[in-house]
């Protein structure tokens, strides 16, 4: 046999097949098309499905040390604040306690007192609960508006609070719903006791403030007010029952060409924020009647003196 009869290919053991660049291209281009099938026609996510299912139990069992780890580390905390809890509501107990049983002590002594006196026995004022419904939409007043209306016993001029203290009082009465003016709006005056003087004034809206607040006005120069005093309803006015907490003077200033000094207050009551409230009716409607100017007893009165 000649040599130019002979096969000079490599056995195919040896072939290689398609070159390494072929192939390349090859899978580049279907990886592109995968992507690009399953991006529009989402042709992988029964494949994912499939597989995030069979896998979920060995990623159970992958996570079950972190997680029993981590849920020792929050049953010793929270077994550590629980203990301090305990403590702190046994302590807040006991001086609630203390604190129940003088204020039982004081309620006593003072009917003993007005008995004594033959005072008048105080007022107690119905209430009502309701929830802040949006703000009103006049951007140049402070006004919130409330789910109780005329047809469930709403009365013009009641009181408004909430867990602080006084939100404002009813200015508008509608039959399911209610307007407020809030106590930082500039149109509301509410009169006010300084607890620690005993001294009265008259308390404004200051919406120009920040976030709103109250100021007191006609107060003299020298008035006895500190920033930090508290302020509560004196009662006079026939409209809020007494004691209730309103605000706190935060400044005052003091001007030598003025005759009233410039204080400013903090309303206590959320004023941007309160969500549920109380209404209170208006103390007119438990007071006895003012007796009238015209009455013929006030000139045979004035005769008598003469």
């Given at each position: ?177 209610s307007e407020v003016t809030l106590v930082v709006d500039s149109d509301l005056v509410i009169p006010v006791l300084n607890v620690r003087t005993g001294q009265r004034s008259v308390a404004y809206g200051d919406p120009a403030a920040s ?69 209170v009716k208006p103390v007119s409607g438990q007071m006895p009647p003012r007796p009238d100017a015209a009455s013929p007893d006030v000139p045979a009165a004035k005769r008598a003196a003469k």
């Open positions: 046999m000649t040599l130019g009869t002979l096969d000079r290919s490599p056995p195919p053991f040896f072939k290689q097949g398609p070159s390494a660049f072929s192939k390349l291209i090859f899978f580049s281009a279907l990886s592109l098309f995968l992507m690009a099938a399953d991006t529009r026609f989402h042709l992988i996510q029964p494949v994912r499905a499939v597989l995030a299912t069979v896998l979920y139990p060995v990623q159970w069992l992958a996570l079950q040390p972190v997680h029993a780890v981590k849920n020792a580390s929050d049953y010793a905390s929270g077994l550590n604040q629980a203990q301090t809890d305990s403590e702190q509501a046994g302590r807040k107990l006991a001086l609630q306690s203390l604190r129940a049983g003088q204020v039982e002590q004081l309620m006593q002594e003072n009917n003993r007192l007005r008995q004594l006196l033959a005072l008048r026995e105080q007022l107690t004022a119905s209430v009502m609960a309701s929830e802040v419904l949006y703000e009103a939409a006049d951007p140049y007043t402070r006004k919130v508006i409330i789910d109780k209306g005329q047809t469930q016993g709403m009365e013009l001029g009641s009181p408004v609070l909430d867990e602080s203290g006084v939100l404002g009082q009813v200015t508008r009465v509608h039959p399911l719903v976030g709103g607040g109250m100021e007191l006005r006609f107060m003299g120069s020298n008035s006895d007010v500190q920033p930090g005093d508290l302020l509560t309803t004196s009662g006079i006015d026939g409209v809020y029952p007494a004691g209730l907490p309103v605000a706190k003077i935060s400044r005052v200033e003091r001007r030598p060409e003025s005759t009233f000094a410039k204080i400013y207050c903090v309303p206590l009551a959320l004023v941007n924020g309160a969500r549920h409230v109380i209404v």
